[in-house]
């Protein structure tokens, strides 16, 4: 996995997941990252924190519902992460194709988590995209 957009997404997952681990808002550790890291955030990264951030109930309410039996809460933090990025792009960023959007969260996962997550990510992100008009439709 290389690019710089590559690199954004599991860079937005690891602030996703700081933010979650710390109990903070995701502004908050974004900002806590630019202090305390000498190299600079990709633009990319922050659109898809904002992004994320801005969508989440939705996104966390659709990634609930099509998880078949996974409550959210009981994921690995990393592949919930991975999904809410996966699940911005797919859903809301029309600049990335659906197969990449999914493409790129079953790669996240396949670097930052476990051997079973990249089948589950692939699994739900790809029911999302089946159902991605019907979502969108309001």
């Known amino acids: 996995m290389s690019g710089a957009r590559s690199k954004a997404r599991v860079r937005a997952v690891?602030?996703?997941?700081?933010?979650?681990?710390r109990n903070?808002?995701?502004?908050d550790a974004l900002v806590r990252r630019r202090e305390n890291s000498s190299s600079p955030i990709?633009?990319?990264t922050v659109e898809i924190l904002e992004g994320v951030d801005e969508r989440r109930e939705d996104i966390d309410e659709f990634?609930?519902?099509y998880s078949q039996g996974w409550a959210l809460g009981r994921?690995?933090?990393?592949d919930r992460n991975a999904l809410r990025v996966g699940a911005w792009e797919l859903l809301y960023n029309s600049e990335i194709p659906d197969g990449v959007?999914?493409?790129e969260a079953v790669a996240v996962t396949r670097q930052l988590s476990t051997?079973?997550?990249p089948r589950f990510v692939?699994?739900?992100l790809g029911r999302l995209q089946k159902v991605k008009p019907s979502l969108l439709d309001d």
Request: charged residues 25%; hydrophobic residues 40%.
């Open 24 to 27: 903070e808002s995701v502004r």
């Open 122 to 124: 692939n699994g739900l």
């Open 75 to 78: 994921m690995p933090a990393v």
């Open 14 to 21: 690891e602030i996703l997941f700081e933010a979650e681990q």
């Open 115 to 117: 051997d079973d997550s």
């Open 42 to 44: 990709n633009p990319y």
């Open 101 to 103: 959007a999914v493409a």
């Open 63 to 65: 990634l609930e519902t």
